[in-house]
Structure formats: structure tokens, C-alpha cells
């Protein structure tokens, strides 16, 4: 169980549209006064990370961004960033609120974080170099924007995200796809873990069942620090399609499963 006199740091996971959960959990921590000092995030997760941790997004709006997208937005973005320029301006009208959000990583200052964040994380692959890659908030130049739509850069959905920081070139796909539940990162510079709530948002059992195994072998090489596994409500619920419906359902599971985190 978690302690409320410890800061928490945070394994968002990786799930596509099932990532609204992580808004639950962030309400849920807050509800009952625990501090967020860290988040380390794969896909989806990283770009909660991004919009609450350097963005500054407060949970209100972060909840709202969250129930205002669709799988039609996410659909008309992904042809528009490959749409010759005579069409792509008609389906970025069609993405809705995408490219607006997407304008706000481009202007989020990076030498700052909010809502008591200390570091935040964000997980990707490169394809350069063949490995995974973790951008931090400690970084000189943190390359906030670039890596968080590299992070979420669905292989054949959306392009590849490449360029240059400090003296290395990148080619950033989306980090879940590898790489579903981010923790070891946690235990690297300069994260610093009390203890941790990782945030599950697979949508197949045997996903889980993996994930849940690699938990326990990081938990068995660091017995100092306890982790808590949270589960929203998310088997078989889509990735890119889904009802909109239903994203007011995943944002309560992933409060709900606070509770059970706290006991």
C-alpha cells in the first residue's frame, strides 16, 4: 500500500486512448493529498506526463483534453501528416483539438516543471541506433515537444519523429511498443524513487501477466522500495478506436483503483 507521508513516483503506462485512466489516478493521488514528485511515461503516458509535469496542465483541464478527443481526430491527424499540403489543411481541421495541444508542447517552457513535479521522464525507441530512449526534465535542452510526439509515434500510423539534440541524431517511434511499462527508468539518474505506483492500462491479460512479471523482478533487485501496481478497468478497450462514451468510465476506474492502492 502506498504511504501519504512518502512523495510517489509515477509508471504511466503505455495503452493509446486507454491513457485517459492515468487523469483518474493523477484525481485520485490528489484527492488524497499524496505528492507526485516524479512520472516516468511510455506512449500515452508520456504525453500525461508532458501536459500535467511541463505544460501545467491542472487536473481539471487535463481531465477535459481528455474527454474531448476522438478516434475521427486521431484518424483525420494521422492523414494529415502524411497528406500532400493541398489536403492536409482540411483533415488537420479535422483532427479538432489535436493540433491545438500539439502547439502548446512547442511552447511549454522547459527549465520549469508544475504541480510539484520534481523530474519527469519520457520513454521512446529510436530507430537509429535500435534502442529504447528516456528524455528527462534534467536534461540541458530537454527536448520536450520532440520527444513526447516521438513517444507516441504509432508505428504505420504516425510518421517517425526525428531530430537532432545535442550532438545525436533520432528517429522516435512510440516507446509502448516495446516497452509497455517504463519502470526500470526509475531507477537511473536522476530519478530518485520512495516508492511507486505504476499505472497498468494493458487491455489483454497476458499483457498484464507480463507486465506484472517484470514488476516483480524490479521489485525482487529493489527490495528497498515498495511498488504498487494500479489497474484500471481497461481489457478490451481500444487503443485508437473507441466510444467516447467511454472515457468518463476509464477516467473513474483509474480513481477507483487509487483507493484500492491507498487501502
Given at each position: 500500500?502506498?504511504?501519504?507521508?512518502?512523495?510517489?513516483?509515477?509508471?504511466?503506462?503505455?495503452?493509446?486512448?486507454?491513457?485517459?485512466?492515468?487523469?483518474?489516478?493523477?484525481?485520485?493521488?490528489?484527492?488524497?493529498?499524496?505528492?507526485?514528485?516524479?512520472?516516468?511515461?511510455?506512449?500515452?503516458?508520456?504525453?500525461?506526463?508532458?501536459?500535467?509535469?511541463?505544460?501545467?496542465?491542472?487536473?481539471?483541464?487535463?481531465?477535459?483534453?481528455?474527454?474531448?478527443?476522438?478516434?475521427?481526430?486521431?484518424?483525420?491527424?494521422?492523414?494529415?501528416?502524411?497528406?500532400?499540403?493541398?489536403?492536409?489543411?482540411?483533415?488537420?481541421?479535422?483532427?479538432?483539438?489535436i493540433?491545438?495541444?500539439?502547439?502548446?508542447?512547442?511552447?511549454?517552457?522547459?527549465?520549469?516543471?508544475?504541480?510539484?513535479?520534481?523530474?519527469?521522464?519520457?520513454?521512446?525507441?529510436?530507430?537509429?541506433?535500435?534502442?529504447e530512449?528516456?528524455?528527462?526534465?534534467?536534461?540541458?535542452?530537454f527536448?520536450?515537444?520532440?520527444?513526447?510526439?516521438?513517444?507516441?509515434?504509432?508505428?504505420?500510423?504516425?510518421?517517425?519523429?526525428?531530430?537532432?539534440?545535442?550532438?545525436?541524431?533520432?528517429?522516435?517511434?512510440?516507446?509502448?511498443?516495446?516497452?509497455?511499462?517504463?519502470?526500470?527508468?526509475?531507477?537511473?539518474?536522476?530519478?530518485?524513487?520512495?516508492?511507486?505506483?505504476?499505472?497498468?492500462i494493458?487491455?489483454?491479460i497476458?499483457?498484464?501477466?507480463?507486465?506484472?512479471?517484470?514488476?516483480?523482478?524490479?521489485g525482487?533487485?529493489?527490495?528497498?522500495?515498495?511498488?504498487?501496481?494500479?489497474?484500471?478497468?481497461t481489457?478490451?478497450?481500444?487503443?485508437?478506436?473507441?466510444?467516447?462514451?467511454?472515457l468518463?468510465?476509464?477516467?473513474?476506474?483509474?480513481?477507483?483503483?487509487?483507493?484500492?492502492?491507498?487501502?
Open positions: 500500500m502506498l504511504d501519504p507521508s512518502l512523495p510517489v513516483s509515477l509508471v504511466l503506462g503505455a495503452g493509446g486512448a486507454r491513457g485517459v485512466a492515468h487523469v483518474g489516478i493523477l484525481e485520485g493521488l490528489a484527492e488524497r493529498s499524496f505528492v507526485v514528485s516524479e512520472i516516468v511515461g511510455s506512449s500515452v503516458g508520456a504525453l500525461i506526463a508532458a501536459y500535467y509535469g511541463c505544460v501545467g496542465l491542472d487536473l481539471p483541464k487535463l481531465r477535459e483534453l481528455g474527454l474531448s478527443f476522438s478516434s475521427r481526430q486521431l484518424i483525420a491527424w494521422a492523414a494529415a501528416r502524411r497528406a500532400p499540403a493541398f489536403l492536409a489543411q482540411r483533415l488537420k481541421r479535422r483532427a479538432g483539438i493540433p491545438g495541444y500539439l502547439d502548446m508542447l512547442e511552447c511549454a517552457p522547459t527549465d520549469r516543471l508544475h504541480h510539484g513535479i520534481a523530474r519527469i521522464g519520457v520513454q521512446a525507441f529510436d530507430l537509429i541506433r535500435n534502442e530512449v528516456l528524455f528527462h526534465s534534467g536534461l540541458p535542452a527536448p520536450l515537444c520532440d520527444a513526447t510526439r516521438g513517444a507516441v509515434a504509432i508505428p504505420k500510423f504516425y510518421p517517425v519523429r526525428e531530430f537532432v539534440h545535442g550532438e545525436r541524431s533520432y528517429r522516435l517511434i512510440d516507446g509502448g511498443v516495446y516497452n509497455r511499462i517504463p519502470i526500470e527508468w526509475l531507477f537511473t539518474e536522476p530519478f530518485s524513487p520512495r516508492q511507486i505506483l505504476v499505472v497498468d494493458a487491455n489483454r497476458e499483457h498484464r501477466r507480463e507486465n506484472a512479471d517484470k514488476i516483480a523482478r524490479i525482487r533487485a529493489h527490495p528497498d522500495v515498495p511498488i504498487v501496481i494500479a489497474t484500471p478497468d481489457l478490451g478497450r481500444g487503443t485508437i478506436l473507441f466510444r467516447r462514451s467511454g468518463t468510465s476509464l477516467i473513474d476506474s483509474g480513481r477507483e483503483t487509487v483507493a484500492l492502492a491507498v487501502g
